[in-house]
């Protein structure tokens, strides 16, 4: 269980789902008696999901049985040596997820048939994720990347090392291959035996495994638009250049046998380089914007939170201060702003989360930041 929130989480979270879902904020606090308790005031939430989950009729026993992973992470001491700002919880049937932000939540607990996700709208800017694809030849590796962190991706039919992409120990082959013993840091050799090798044979396997390696990531990736970072030594960086069809591999690249680098130190050296196309990616869509025509483009929340539900919005930037309470009946098509029985329902929530489920991209910006002074601003695909 990851501690830390990323796209593939946020994609998650905006799910529809059966039975209930508890949402928990709390502010926690890196040193001070405050910080000693968080845990505390986590038991006094847990009390309050419990009597929100009694009142939609579920009974005593079963809310408690529901509540018992967040019951059991406020005696885990281990869990609460390490605190940032804030803690948010979701948990549902079957489901517990809990992450560690730095953002200064307000205590708060909600029971819906959704999770409800306005306080972190601070974190899913879109615009500062990116990827870096690790790679030598005994090891691959993704990682999903943000201003904060990188953390691994799962990536089906991605080969683990050189010899399982070429399964180099075929009696065919005519040689036998394998990596040899690094000798100065950040460089490898390949050792090459046997009857008869061709000279060209080195930079073919590797254009083999590099082909392996990109088919299996373009194909994890075929959705995303975000930018991809190489790093490996540096002779490799053309040749993985020749196989790669994935479009926003960015020209730098971090240099270095990544068999010596951990994920946080890759991190650290590919922010500096990602900077630049991070910058040119969010001037890019500011532009796209105040291209676009009126047929295109909307400021209008009115327009705009349809047409999220309709799978309309390609782009779509809101203001992180911005607050608009109300619901959109999709069935009626009507939206009612400030319905007292729904005190809890924000507009600007709703159209990140049906935005999110129909495959747009969000940008939840400073409101200096914003396209247009409006609460939100979309692109639309028709």
Not at 6 to 22: A, M, T
Not at 55 to 77: I, K
Not at 229 to 248: G, Q
Request: charged residues 25%; aromatic residues 8%; negative net charge.
């Amino acid at each position: 269980m990851s501690d830390y929130l990323v796209d593939h989480d946020l994609e998650r979270l905006v799910e529809d789902r059966k039975g209930p879902c508890v949402t928990m904020y709390l502010p926690t606090f890196a040193t001070g008696f405050s910080g000693l308790q968080a845990p505390i005031r986590l038991k006094t939430l847990c009390q309050q999901a419990q009597g929100l989950l009694e009142a939609n009729q579920m009974r005593a026993p079963e809310a408690r049985e529901f509540l018992r992973p967040v019951s059991e992470l406020v005696g885990d001491t281990e869990f609460w040596k390490k605190q940032t700002g804030g803690l948010a919880i979701f948990l549902a049937p079957g489901e517990f997820h809990r992450y560690r932000l730095d953002l200064p939540f307000a205590e708060k607990v909600a029971v819906g048939d959704r999770f409800y996700l306005r306080p972190i709208l601070p974190a899913i800017n879109r615009d500062d994720r990116f990827f870096i694809l690790s790679l030598s030849r005994n090891k691959v590796e993704l990682l999903e990347a943000n201003k904060q962190m990188a953390r691994p991706v799962e990536v089906p039919n991605l080969p683990a090392n050189i010899t399982e992409a070429l399964n180099v120990t075929s009696a065919d082959r005519g040689e036998q291959v394998h990596a040899g013993a690094a000798g100065l840091r950040g460089k490898e050799s390949m050792v090459f035996h046997g009857q008869g090798g061709k000279p060209d044979s080195k930079k073919e396997d590797l254009l083999n495994y590099f082909r392996q390696i990109n088919s299996a990531v373009a194909a994890r990736l075929h959705k995303e638009h975000r930018p991809l970072i190489l790093a490996c030594v540096d002779y490799e960086v053309p040749i993985y250049r020749e196989t790669n069809t994935y479009p926003h591999l960015v020209n730098e690249s971090i240099s270095g046998n990544a068999d010596y680098m951990t994920a946080n130190q890759l991190h650290e050296k590919a922010l500096p380089l990602i900077q630049p196309e991070l910058r040119r990616h969010r001037e890019k869509m500011m532009e796209q914007f105040q291209r676009a025509g009126t047929d295109k483009a909307s400021s209008d929340f009115h327009q705009i939170v349809p047409a999220a539900y309709q799978g309309r919005v390609d782009k779509l930037f809101v203001d992180i201060s911005a607050e608009l309470q109300g619901v959109y009946d999709n069935d009626l098509q009507a939206l009612v702003l400030n319905p007292n029985e729904a005190p809890d329902h924000d507009l600007v929530e709703t159209a990140v989360v049906q935005t999110m489920l129909h495959g747009g991209t969000v940008q939840a910006l400073d409101q200096a930041e914003m396209p247009v002074a409006a609460p939100m601003a979309a692109l639309l695909r028709f």
